[in-house]
Structures are given as C-alpha cells and as structure tokens.
T-cell receptor
Framework: EAGVAQSPRYKIIEKRQSVAFWCNPI?????LYWYQQILGQGPKLLIQ????????DSQLPKDRFSAERLKGVDSTLKIQPAKLEDSAVYLCASSREFTGELFFGEGSRLTVL | KQEVTQIPAALSVPEGENLVLNCSFT??????LQWFRQDPGKGLTSLLL?????REQTSGRLNASLDKSSGRSTLYIAASQPGDSATYLC?????????????FGAGTTVTVRA
C-alpha cells in the first residue's frame, strides 16, 4: 500500500513570509497528525485530526499556524508569518485509529532565514 | 504529563556487537509503546509496536521488551550491522480523558563501525 505522502520536501523562506505543507495519509487511515521536529529533538505534536475533526491542537501556535483536513483525507498545514524558530522538519503521520500504529511521511524541511 | 527519556543520546559500537537501547517513561498507565527508526533527513519508520498487555515483541534481529511497572522499554538489536546506523526513537501512547496522547523521546543516535 502507498505510504504517507508529503510535499514539498524542502522549503526555504524569509521570516514573515508564509508557507504551506501538504499531506496525503494512507488510504483508510482516519487519524492524521502533524508533528514539528527540531534538530536533535523528538517530534512534537502540533495537531491531531480524527476524520476531519480536530482532536488535539493544544500545542499549535494558533496566532501563526493553521491546519485543515478537508473531507477527512488530505491535510494542509500553513505558517503565516514564519519566524526563525519555525525552522524544523514538519512530519505528517497517519494511523487507522487513535491507538494504532503510526506511519510517517518523509517530512518537509523548512528553513526560515 | 508523560515524560519520555532515552539514554544514552548517542552510541557507537563495532559491527557484530549487540545493541541495547533504553526508553523510560514517567506515567506507567500506557496504552502501547512504539519504536521508530529515523535516518538522516528522512521520516520515521515504525519498527515495533508493543501493546500494554504484552511483555515483548520481536521482528527479525529486533526485540523490544516492556516493563510497565518500572516504566521501561528496551530495544535489542542483535549482531549489529553498519546499515543499523540511525536514530532510534520510542513513543508512548497514553490515554487521556477523551483521546490518546503520543509522547516521544529525543532518540538515541547509533553508529555501527565496520
């Protein structure tokens, strides 16, 4: 089966600019996650969707980050305006249900100059 | 709040030696625990998933044990190879009031010397 697809793989922007990342989860997976991974650290959950509803966005900086999951499939994560500290890898993951095994995409590496 | 710790942060061994990676967690009321591998510049690849009712899980040269009461999991990699060089992360799934929360450790970076 096809894995979790993410794009773009790499993005370089200047601070205060905006960026968007796209994720297509594994077919049939109801739960979708966006994680932020800063170099040398473990992934930090930004937002979790169950179908197209938000389950947990407690660590999402809502003044600049937004995410949506239309029709319970694809998802987009947006940052506007970007700050230097947003430089990180943004990982999308999906699972069949809440407690199931997580499968990750290759990640989108963001560099903010 | 669940805290997940992985020690050591880095490990270097000669080829053929067995690897022992440790993961400890503060809240023992877990639902499951998952071990991942991450290669540089890549996403995470799932290695093993252990349910809370299980004591261990095996896949090929990999064996993961779970001791909930002491808040520990150990990943064993037998007869290490240079291709095993990567960062290994553990993630613990806790049940919240109406959802499940996954907490990651910072990982152990392994180098296997040929």
């Amino acid at each position: 089966e096809a894995g979790v697809a993410q794009s773009p793989r790499y993005k370089i922007i200047e601070k205060r600019q905006s960026v968007a990342f796209w994720c297509n989860p594994i077919s049939g997976h109801a739960t979708l996650y966006w994680y932020q991974q800063i170099l040398g650290q473990g992934p930090k959950l930004l937002i979790q969707f169950q179908n197209n509803g938000v389950v947990d966005d407690s660590q999402l900086p809502k003044d600049r980050f937004s995410a949506e999951r239309l029709k319970g499939v694809d998802s987009t994560l947006k940052i506007q305006p970007a700050k230097l500290e947003d430089s990180a890898v943004y990982l999308c993951a999906s699972s069949r249900e809440f407690t199931g095994e997580l499968f990750f995409g290759e990640g989108s590496r963001l560099t903010v100059l | 709040k669940q805290e997940v710790t992985q020690i050591p942060a880095a490990l270097s061994v000669p080829e053929g030696e067995n690897l022992v990676l440790n993961c400890s967690f503060t809240d023992s009321a877990i639902y499951n625990l998952q071990w991942f591998r991450q290669d540089p510049g890549k996403g995470l690849t799932s290695l093993l998933l252990i349910q809370s009712s299980q004591r261990e899980q095996t896949s090929g040269r990999l064996n993961a044990s779970l001791d909930k009461s002491s808040g520990r999991s150990t990943l064993y990699i037998a007869a290490s190879q240079p291709g095993d060089s990567a960062t290994y992360l553990c993630a613990v799934n806790n049940r919240g009031s109406n959802d499940y929360k996954l907490s990651f450790g910072a990982g152990t970076t392994v180098t296997v010397r040929a």
